[in-house]
């Protein structure tokens, strides 16, 4: 059975830092993409950092310089540091895995992966940015 659970959310100052941890289990983290999104109240779900098994990650504008993410795939775990915090960056942060092949998963877009291409996805942790 496939389980991502994150940790790491909480209330923060603008300007301040968190970081976020998923644990995985049940899939083979070398085979996959993985990434984190968010979802603020009343929009829709958004890429914010992907990753494929091959190249560096890839985030969304609003987050290049001050979100990294990073990942452990033979511990099973990958994080989400964020730093510089902004209102707008309040929202539920969930992980997600996307399956490849056997050889691994690749990302050929220029683009970040969306939601929607992602099978296992974690419960999400809030995380809410005071101004």
């Known amino acids: 059975q496939v389980q991502l659970e994150e940790s790491g959310g909480g209330s923060v100052q603008a300007g301040g830092s968190l970081k976020l941890s998923c644990e995985v289990s049940g899939l083979d983290m070398t085979r996959h993409c993985m990434g984190w999104f968010r979802q603020a109240p009343g929009k829709e779900r958004e890429a914010v950092a992907t990753?494929?098994?091959?190249?560096?990650?890839k985030y969304a504008n609003s987050v290049k310089g001050r979100f990294t993410f990073t990942r452990d795939s033979f511990a099973n775990k990958m994080w989400l540091q964020m730093t510089r915090l902004e209102r707008e960056d309040t929202g539920v942060y969930f992980c997600a895995a996307k399956k490849g092949s056997v050889f691994g998963c690749v990302d050929n877009k220029d683009a970040l992966f969306q939601a929607f291409e992602f099978t296992y996805w974690g419960q999400g942790t809030q995380v809410t940015v005071n101004s």
């Open positions: 990753d494929d098994n091959f190249s560096k990650p």
